[in-house]
């Protein structure tokens, strides 16, 4: 299917759907094949292929590299990079906003300082103290801005950017601050700061997937919603729309999504402006559509810049946030020049 049959515009119909996810799926299996074979032992397709499935030639040193090393590390990045693509598309549709997203209004910046304080302070207290530190520290700053960008009793999505930016620094300087006052335990932790998944085991998973996909379902609900709110509050309003408990949620979806994947991954930036402004430009800016794109092309993003986290300098690994800040920033300035 060409991307110019993908951006008509007419009614969106289940078929039509159905066939926009189930290419994003194929592209999204493809990348995972590809991410599994690649690496500083180079796995052929087939070879992968007959280690996850068990039909075929793989060894036993084929299995233990897809299944036990390379597997839990691109799923891990297929979840991350899902649900901060769905949270800046649920971000810039509330706010109305190109530029916003978990990264620049600060977000994930509090989920690593909530977590940060957990691995500083209370080590070995359990799976879920820290996600739901990661969550606590992304919801507190998300009230912050809330709060801060409020002008004359209304919110002005362009103040909640720049408090977004000016909150995120903030925290940002705590964790650093953090990290010199506990640097024998927080070596690890530091790496945060940068985006990191080589931590990535079952138990990861475990955590932050059911979260992130419980996130994810509760906004795909608001997909209708998110369109009217486009026309803008007053029509949405008019239309039906409780906009007020749409924002509080999207604001709380967010950082829940935020917080769980910033909890096991650190701070990755840029996948949540970068995804939703493709599939806009693919797909179309109907949120029905939008949502499950970001999900897929968002998860697979992710997993090809891990790869070239872990390759282009082999054997040495690139932290994968840099990747994604290189990929990201010039995007950003481009975005904030044109709109």
Not at 200 to 219: E, K, R, S, W, Y
Request: aromatic content about 6%; charged content about 10%.
């Amino acid at each position: 299917m060409s991307p110019t049959a993908l951006r008509h515009r007419g009614p969106l119909t289940a078929a039509r759907l159905t066939t926009i996810v189930l290419l994003l799926v194929v592209v999204v299996l493809l990348v995972i094949l590809f991410a599994l074979a690649i690496g500083s032992v180079h796995v052929s397709p087939a070879r992968v292929l007959a280690a996850c499935t068990g039909i075929g030639d793989a060894s036993e040193s084929d299995r233990i590299i897809v299944l036990a090393i390379r597997l839990p590390r691109v799923l891990l990045a297929l979840v991350v990079g899902a649900g901060l693509s769905v949270a800046g598309a649920m971000l810039q549709a509330m706010l109305r906003n190109p530029l916003a997203e978990p990264y620049i209004l600060g977000i994930s910046s509090g989920g690593t300082m909530g977590t940060i304080l957990v691995a500083a302070m209370a080590s070995g207290s359990g799976l879920l103290l820290g996600p739901a530190a990661s969550f606590a520290g992304s919801a507190l700053v998300m009230f912050l801005v809330y709060i801060l960008a409020h002008r004359r009793g209304r919110l002005d999505p362009y103040t909640l950017l720049l408090a977004g930016v000016m909150v995120g620094a903030f925290f940002n300087a705590a964790v650093l601050l953090t990290y010199a006052m506990f640097n024998q335990e927080l070596r690890s932790a530091f790496l945060w700061l940068m985006g990191n998944l080589s931590t990535a085991q079952t138990g990861t998973l475990l955590i932050a997937a059911p979260l992130t996909l419980l996130g994810v379902g509760a906004a795909a609900m608001d997909a209708r919603r998110y369109n009217l709110i486009a026309t803008g509050e007053e029509t949405a309003a008019q239309l039906g729309v409780n906009v007020r408990a749409l924002r509080k949620r999207t604001y709380i979806l967010a950082s829940l999504i935020t917080g769980a994947v910033v909890s096991v991954s650190g701070v990755i930036g840029f996948v949540g402006l970068i995804i939703p402004h493709i599939c806009r430009m693919i797909f179309g800016p109907d949120h029905r559509v939008l949502l499950p794109a970001s999900f897929l092309l968002g998860g697979a993003f992710l997993v090809l810049a891990d790869v070239i986290a872990r390759t282009i300098m082999a054997p040495t690994e690139i932290p994968v946030g840099a990747v994604t800040a290189a990929l990201g920033a010039p995007v950003f300035v481009y975005l904030l020049r044109k709109r």
